[in-house]
């Protein structure tokens, strides 16, 4: 669905302002956190249940699909692993 899911990309994407893609994390690797492909749908909490996150290997991996992001969380954490990125 999305372009920065693809494992052919070499370059990040860049998001549009205020564009959100939401992500489940799918493993932790050594250096960064690995996510799913995105969606356009938030968890069940809803989209205004986003914060600020600054989880290191959470940014690292992100940095590898986008190139302009605010890192989001779902408020709800640990409960709710829910994280997004928003263009910036």
Known sequence: MWAAASPSRTEPVELAPSQ????????????????????DSPCA?????????????ASKGMARRYSNFRLLHCNRYPSCGMYAVEGI
């Open 45 to 57: 909490h809803g989209q205004n249940r986003f914060v600020t996150w600054s989880g290191d290997k």
């Open 20 to 39: 959100r893609v939401y992500h489940r994390k799918v493993s932790s690797g050594r250096g960064f956190d690995y996510f799913d492909e995105g969606s």
